[in-house]
């Protein structure tokens, strides 16, 4: 199975823009659906069966939003995911527990020193910027789960945290905290992949929505085709990043020496 899986909702059954009788349809509403990944013998964006169980009795096992959401989160990244870690950082983020023990003691200190006027937050900001610039949040989501990415050498290692309870101290997701190493090739190729199959697939719903008849709802067809090429040449772009030279260039010396004063 692919590493990225959706499925699209179909026109039809796709509710547009506003209220009645004011109400529009473009691009972004057509790519709603429900999305997962599938890491080994984990599945993220998956819900668990107890929270299933107290929410809308057709609700979807996955992820219901639109698609667009997550391709533009997730291609926002990509020029940090392109740059590798150096060896001891990706010691430290390629393990879920030593990274958000990392995490966990850097924030706790800049928050035990924010009121202390000798010191710039905003330089110390770097000691995890390079984590979180690499982290796809769901802010979307109610307890979405977060998602690292950190590329070292051929390698790049996927690192998430979804055990976000409920009030009622249900677990939302069934992926709960892991990580899993793979070939940054692989990884690549299963962007690219998506892309393939989302587009080819939009191609069709796009397709849909200009011979369709949507009544009283507003649709612009010539502006719809023209968005929809327009969304295909840059994921494209985004996807070159991946592929090249990393454009990044973090300064590895100084967060390095950051991390230093903060805990000596």
């Not at 990509?78 to 390629?94: G, L, N």
């Not at 690549?188 to 796009?206: P, Y």
């Not at 969304?231 to 454009?247: N, W, Y």
């Amino acid at each position: 199975m692919a590493f990225i899986n959706f499925k699209l909702r179909h026109p039809d059954n796709i509710l547009p823009w506003g209220d009645q009788p004011d109400t529009s349809m473009d691009w972004t509403v057509l790519t709603d659906g429900e999305y997962w990944l599938d890491l080994n013998k984990t599945t993220l964006y998956e819900y668990t069966n107890e929270v299933l169980a107290g929410g809308e009795p057709d609700g979807s096992t996955y992820v219901e939003y639109q698609l667009v959401r997550l391709i533009e989160d997730w291609t926002s990244l990509f020029e940090s995911i392109a740059e590798p870690v150096p060896d001891a950082f990706y010691a430290i983020s390629r393990d879920n527990s030593y990274l958000y023990r990392f995490y966990a003691a850097v924030t706790k200190w800049m928050d035990n020193m924010s009121e202390d006027p000798s010191i710039d937050m905003e330089t110390y900001d770097k000691a995890i910027e390079w984590i979180y610039s690499r982290t796809l949040n769901a802010m979307h989501l109610t307890g979405g789960p977060s998602i690292s990415f950190f590329r070292n050498a051929n390698n790049i290692s996927v690192v998430w945290k979804a055990d976000h309870l409920t009030e009622n101290n249900i677990s939302v997701w069934t992926a709960q905290n892991g990580s899993v190493e793979m070939e940054y090739r692989t990884f690549v190729n299963e962007m690219e992949d998506f892309g393939n199959r989302f587009f080819e697939a939009m191609d069709n719903q796009v397709q849909i929505a200009i011979e369709k008849d949507w009544g009283t709802t507003r649709l612009n067809k010539e502006q719809l085709v023209q968005e929809h090429q327009e969304r295909r040449s840059e994921f494209q772009r985004s996807l070159a990043v991946l592929k090249g030279e990393p454009a990044k260039h973090t300064d590895w010396d100084l967060i390095n020496s950051l991390i230093t004063k903060m805990f000596s």
